[in-house]
């Protein structure tokens, strides 16, 4: 049975249509659609460049996080247990940014890979793999998230300061 994502090509009318029913497999569809939408000419109907302007996105995002965290060490009266703890996180972050830059690049060499090398049994095989460590890392996302959620401390005034 085809996922979602695989037929939406063949089941949608415009590109637009196409991201929002390949979106409906991801774990956030609306923020999928809201930030892939803007780039549906340049989508068109392609599994591969849906998957490079997400990844392309997420990049964007992510420089744009690690810039803002950055801000965070020059915050007034910081502690220092909290400095060093943003400077943790701005070296995970940068960490993010380096491993999804290497992501773009090499979903750019695969694309063409792809169309060229693999196919049948590999192809499968590969995506399969790929789809494997997609889930696994979603669902530690998750967890992390429900971790920080669960022991975020309650926000301060100077948390609201820019």
Avoid: W
Wanted: glycine content about 4%; hydrophobic content about 40%; overall charge positive.
């Amino acid at each position: 049975m085809p996922d979602m994502a695989s037929s939406a090509s063949t089941t949608t009318s415009s590109p637009t249509d196409y991201i929002v029913a390949s979106c409906k497999t991801t774990r956030y569809p609306a923020l999928c659609v809201q930030c892939l939408s803007g780039y549906a000419k340049a989508i068109r109907k392609s599994d591969q460049h849906l998957a490079q302007t997400a990844l392309s996105v997420s990049l964007s995002r992510a420089k744009s996080a690690a810039a803002y965290v950055a801000k965070m060490t020059q915050v007034r009266d910081i502690k220092t247990r909290e400095r060093q703890a943003v400077k943790d996180c701005i070296e995970n972050m940068g960490d993010s940014v380096d491993r999804l830059s290497q992501s773009v690049k090499e979903l750019g060499h695969m694309g063409r890979a792809v169309g060229k090398v693999m196919d049948g049994s590999i192809k499968v095989a590969v995506r399969r793999r790929v789809i494997h460590v997609a889930q696994v890392t979603s669902n530690a996302l998750a967890l992390v998230n429900r971790f920080a959620a669960r022991h975020r401390r309650p926000a301060t005034l100077t948390d609201q300061q820019p």
